[in-house]
């Protein structure tokens, strides 16, 4: 009999309220081609070669014969391609899947058109078959662009559906486009594919970080992400290309040459959609550096000026007054109130003295005049080594310029196993800790690396450790996020999904029952077998919350000794093979449930995460 000891006296920590949040950057297409909710790929016919080579401006339409794209037309700055039609042509959709439909859904289609004379415009949703599921028509009355907005309806249920266009009496030109199911997560426009968000706010999230990621430092200047870039109507933002085309993994029989950043899912649509899942907004702004592990091109230090500016004018975008111009832009926008911004990461993954120097700057000028905005410096890609401990050193000598530091770990399951206690020796009194990326890697080649439950169950024993440190370590969230079938750059990912299905990983699961379960005061726990690891945290309603990882082959019998008395216990369990994972075809194969407890002692199975909630009714 193994014998788990709980004090509830005897507190460790308070547990901190923002441990468990999430991490969204589109990469894998998880925001254009997934979490966004548009069904038009290219809809502006604004997809360009980076290396101006080809010609993209017609990617993802058919046929391309009855298109032709200019750049004589302009819609206005952003949109400076437009295309004439001359006959009926389709958008094939992100990756050219085209998208779903149900019977009775409805979708909202808008385009900007102009003809030389009266002319009407087919706006259909043709099934794979190309036969018809939602007929409308539009008259086109002018020469000059004009924007037409129009409902369709499905009559039936279909996949691999398509927008087809098709100009009657002459020939029409057209910019941007665009179409939503009007069935996006709580019905907003421009809004967010439910299924998926409807995971992210099943994980009761914290925070969110976003918008990145490697895609925040971009490949070259004119790829960095700027949030100015990303506000407004969706017509006026630029589009820019994703620097996740570029990785060598996808390359090989993929083609992502698709993939861009419309910025639909901008910076107002971040802190809308936070606002929506209850999780506090955490966005990373560029620190005038590239991606270091590619180009790492540096913004002189004498210009970091204008990247200190764009952060001022963020704050003033989420929390400004509406008569301040950034508060008014975001009024405008459909939300008066302030967003309450308070933490933001300064720079990505970045390391090295050219980040400290830079970050630095950044810090003395918004502490001054924000000294309520929490700033967030990087300990790089590593967990240790010259860049993590030039990291640790600088914050050392500069205590009071980071709230937090962001670490990364990408590692085998052993690591996280290794690491348990990691955050046992930290110096408290150094910045806090924000795991901002972190993932079991089943295998060091990126194509073999599985969603397994093995990576998961060593993520859960590992966060028992985070748990016990979390007055210190005080927010954490896996990384990626999303993965679309077949088209990701990156694996593991948190979640998986094609046009219309998916499904959560082991690692999912994980993240949801002890985001599910934080809180409190995390008190002292010890158990009799060190095969299984374990925290404990009581809620403010006295509730004992315990999560026991058995990380072995072998059931466990716990005899459970606590100082105050319980009438009550569940336990919720998720318990599988160590090589099981969860797929389209079975989704739930790995997940919690619950399980009998009849009090007394408990039974846990071989690698199982258990909660074990005790409770006075
Ligand atoms: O999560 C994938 C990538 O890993 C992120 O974009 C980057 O920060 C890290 O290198």
Redesign the pocket.
Known sequence: MTELRINENKKICEMSPLLYGIFF?D?NYGGDGGLYGELIANRAFEYYDRDGKKDLHKMRWEPKDRITVTDSCPLNESQRYSAVISGAVRNMGFCGEGFSTRAGEVFRFMVYAASDKHAELSARIVNGNGEEVAPAKIDIDGAEWKKYELELTSCADCKNAYIELEPHGCDIRIAFTSLFSTDTYKGRKNGMRRDLAELLAALKPSFMRFP????VEGRSFDNMYNWKDTVGAIEERRTNWNRWQMEEYQQEGRDSSDYFQSYGIGFYEYFVFCEDIGAKPVPVINCGMTCQWHEGLLVDMGELDKWIKDVEDLIEFANGNIDTKWGGIRASMGHPEPFGLKYIGIG??QWGNEYFERYEVFADKLMKKYPDIKLITSAG?KDRGWEFDLAMDWMSRNKEKAYAVDE?FYKEPEWFLNNISRYDGYDRSLPKVFIG?YAAHSDSDIKARRCNWECALAEAAFLTGVEKNSGHVIMSCY??LFGRADHQQ?QPDLIWFDTDRSYATPSYYVQKLFSENAGGTVVETAISDDGIKVTSNVMPDGTLIIKAVNITGDAAEIDIKTEKTYDNISIEEIAADPKDENSFDEPYKVRPRFVKADGGAVTIKPYSVNIIRMENK
């Open positions: 950057e990469i990145g990621g490697c895609i990505n993954e890609w990364h990326e990384a990626p990156w």
